[in-house]
């Protein structure tokens, strides 16, 4: 479904991305497990064309997305929940999710999807009318993936969504992922919380300063006495 092949990508004189390569399949929950600064970020920045490679492409459904922008990438079906959530403070939780949908034409389904991020996160559905801005953390991080969804993505790219979240609120977070891939959903989850990532991932690719050291199943890298020891702390 997505295939990036030697990605490389700069800020100025400083090599984010040094010739990454990985795949996602459809159904999969692939997860990017790295430390702060491994170019995880950029990487999900690329796919979704805020960011432009110096080299390498970018496979989606058999087309060469390299160099579309963001709008042509989102109206193809990847939909993104940002690092940080940057959802819209001063709009209800209810607004926020319909600005999600902006670029759906099909209106009437719009509203069966909120039906369906109200049955993942119930907790969105009693704050519908709450000021989005005066949740907390872990809340606004169900907005966040809630907005994202209610784009009907085909390929979800979530970036730490567990980033300063108490453990209950990333348990209810986790849970939440793992019941989108159980409906079909196909999700890249970048994190650096990896032995949340993995408990719930079908496979991993660890990033060491933009570069892709390790692959495979997530039961292979719990286990993988480097991953222990550089992320699990083993
Ligand atoms: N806008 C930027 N300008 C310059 N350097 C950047 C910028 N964004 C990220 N970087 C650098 O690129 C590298 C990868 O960053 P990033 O993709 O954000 O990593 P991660 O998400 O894994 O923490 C880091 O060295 C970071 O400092
Ligand atoms: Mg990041």
Not at 101 to 113: F, G, H, I, L, P
Not at 163 to 177: D, N, Q, T, W
């Amino acid at each position: 479904m997505l295939k990036v092949d030697n990605l490389h990508v700069s800020y100025g004189n400083i090599k984010a991305l040094k010739g990454i390569s990985f795949h996602v399949e459809q159904g999969e929950l692939v997860t990017l497990i790295g430390s702060n600064g491994a170019g995880k970020t950029t990487c999900l920045h690329t796919i979704s064309g805020l960011q432009h490679p110096l080299k390498g492409t970018i496979n989606y459904f058999d087309e060469d997305i390299t160099h579309l922008s963001p709008y042509e990438i989102v109206k193809r079906g990847i939909s993104q929940s940002p690092e940080g959530r940057h959802i819209f403070p001063s709009l209800s939780v209810y607004e926020n999710l319909i600005m999600g949908a902006s670029q759906r034409k099909d209106k009437k389904a719009v509203k069966d999807d909120l039906e369906y991020i109200y049955s993942i996160f119930p907790l969105l559905r009693d704050r519908s009318k709450q000021t989005a801005g005066t949740l907390s953390g872990g809340e606004q991080q169900m907005l966040a993936m809630g907005r994202a969804l209610m784009s009907k993505p085909k390929l979800l790219l979530l970036d730490e969504p567990s980033l300063g979240l108490a453990p209950i609120m990333v348990e209810k977070i986790f849970s939440a992922i793992q019941k989108v891939r159980q409906e079909g959903g196909t999700i890249l989850l970048v994190e650096q919380n990896a032995r949340q990532a993995l408990e719930i991932a079908d496979r991993g690719y660890v990033i060491e300063t933009g570069s892709i050291i390790l692959e495979g199943s997530a039961a292979e890298l719990k286990t993988n006495a480097e991953v222990e020891k550089a992320y699990l702390g083993g």
